[in-house]
């Protein structure tokens, strides 16, 4: 395997990565599915555990099937949060904020990839978030765009029976990969004065304008 292929810096594919929700229907390389789960595997994790596991699916009848999944999903999370049923419900507003995750959930079964992130017992989130990442900043280095997403609490049973996956595996993320139908970033991000705290909570970073204050929501 080949590593030295992940060879853009850091600093680019950290401050470049953004969400990707429209791909290209180009095949994603499994040489290249195969080096971001390596660089995934070299997250660490709590007690060296490595708990995550992925399951890459790019069959595309399987990805087709899954896309229906995600799509009820992601009209379940928007009935539970705000009582949206379709696309009607959203105001102007809303389509501004949730326009492009809502594309997603009729364009996942197109994806020409999805990694599902699992994990085995103890199933510690924080020991998969790491690797998650990592497999992201990858794909990210190889110009494979990708977004992390989650599923819904009703279409769980449906999804470990679609794909086989045992009771006592957890499921923590949906990763579809393809080749970017837009681009990758730079991003508009908070700016770090407004997150960061120094030394206490409220507490202002050196660096921080003269009169600034952080968002302590």
């Known amino acids: 395997m080949d590593h030295s292929r992940l060879s853009m810096s850091l600093g680019e594919a950290v401050f470049t990565q953004r969400s990707i929700r429209r791909f290209r229907p180009d095949p994603v390389p499994l040489?290249?599915?195969?080096?971001?789960?390596?660089?995934?595997?070299?997250?660490?994790?709590?007690?060296?555990?490595?708990?995550?596991?992925?399951?890459?699916?790019?069959?595309?009848?399987?990805?087709?099937?899954?896309?229906?999944?995600?799509?009820?999903?992601?009209?379940?999370?928007r009935r539970d949060a705000a009582g949206?049923?379709?696309?009607?419900?959203?105001?102007?507003?809303?389509?501004?904020?949730?326009?492009?995750?809502?594309r997603l959930a009729e364009e996942m079964g197109r994806a020409p990839c999805v990694v599902l992130v699992l994990s085995v017992p103890p199933h510690a989130e924080g020991?998969?978030?790491?690797?998650?990442?990592?497999?992201?900043?990858?794909?990210?280095?190889?110009?494979?765009?990708?977004?992390?997403?989650?599923?819904?609490?009703?279409?769980?049973?449906?999804?470990?029976?679609?794909?086989?996956?045992?009771?006592?595996?957890?499921?923590?993320?949906?990763?579809?990969?393809?080749?970017p139908a837009g681009a990758f970033g730079p991003t508009r991000r908070r700016p770090t004065w407004e997150v960061g705290h120094h030394n206490r909570w409220e507490g202002p970073v050196p660096w921080a304008p003269a009169g600034a204050q952080a968002d302590d929501r």
């Open 127 to 179: 020991s998969v978030l790491p690797a998650t990442q990592n497999l992201m900043l990858a794909a990210r280095a190889l110009g494979i765009g990708s977004v992390p997403t989650t599923l819904h609490a009703s279409v769980e049973g449906r999804l470990r029976e679609m794909f086989a996956i045992p009771d006592d595996v957890a499921f923590h993320f949906a990763i579809p990969l393809g080749y």
């Open 84 to 102: 949206w049923t379709g696309p009607g419900d959203l105001t102007p507003q809303d389509r501004e904020q949730w326009g492009p995750s809502m």
């Open 31 to 77: 040489a290249d599915v195969e080096l971001v789960l390596a660089a995934a595997t070299k997250a660490p994790s709590g007690g060296n555990s490595q708990i995550a596991r992925f399951l890459v699916v790019d069959d595309p009848a399987l990805v087709s099937a899954f896309g229906a999944l995600y799509r009820e999903a992601w009209w379940a999370k």
